[in-house]
């Protein structure tokens, strides 16, 4: 993967490790401005800029897990990229990227993600005892252990 996108030369600049992951799992690389990841049932992609910041900001592989895409162009000019759970998404013209993950995301991408209701999120997933919530450009989406994910969005 590191040869076709162009080793250092590429974006993600120069090696800073050897290859590293759990054996039958997975496999890792990290790079000056990156990672590339794979598995058997994932292949390989890499995360990198903004978007590492962002994966490693939100727990990395432990909370949004393997990568399943490079990163995603959206017509309206934004960028996604989907993890075995959770998404990263970067609005147009912003220079954040923001984390969602497990039900929450699945809710979001289900209503037709930064195309629906509730806009492009501004905000990454927040966790505490009362549940999870994130921040759109049109409102908000939680959940609670009581009342599941909830939309409030206009």
């Given at each position: ?91 147009p013209r912003s220079t ?59």
């Amino acid at each position: 993967r590191y040869t076709r996108l162009g080793r250092e030369g590429s974006k993600l600049g120069m090696p800073t490790s050897g290859i590293w992951g759990e054996a039958g799992k997975y496999r890792g690389g990290s790079y000056e401005n990156g990672i590339i990841l794979w598995s058997k049932d994932t292949g390989a992609h890499h995360v990198k800029g903004l978007f590492f910041g962002a994966f490693s900001d939100a727990g990395g592989r432990k909370r949004l897990g393997l990568p399943m895409t490079d990163l995603i162009d959206t017509k309206d000019g934004g960028t996604r990229q989907r993890f075995t759970h959770g998404t990263l998404y970067q609005p147009p013209r912003s220079t954040e990227v923001f984390a969602l993950w497990g039900a929450l995301d699945e809710k979001y991408r289900d209503m037709g993600g930064a195309s629906s209701r509730c806009g492009y999120p501004t905000s990454s997933m927040v966790v505490d005892d009362a549940g999870a919530a994130a921040a759109f450009e049109n409102g908000s989406i939680t959940s609670t252990h009581a009342n599941g994910v909830q939309v409030h969005c206009n």
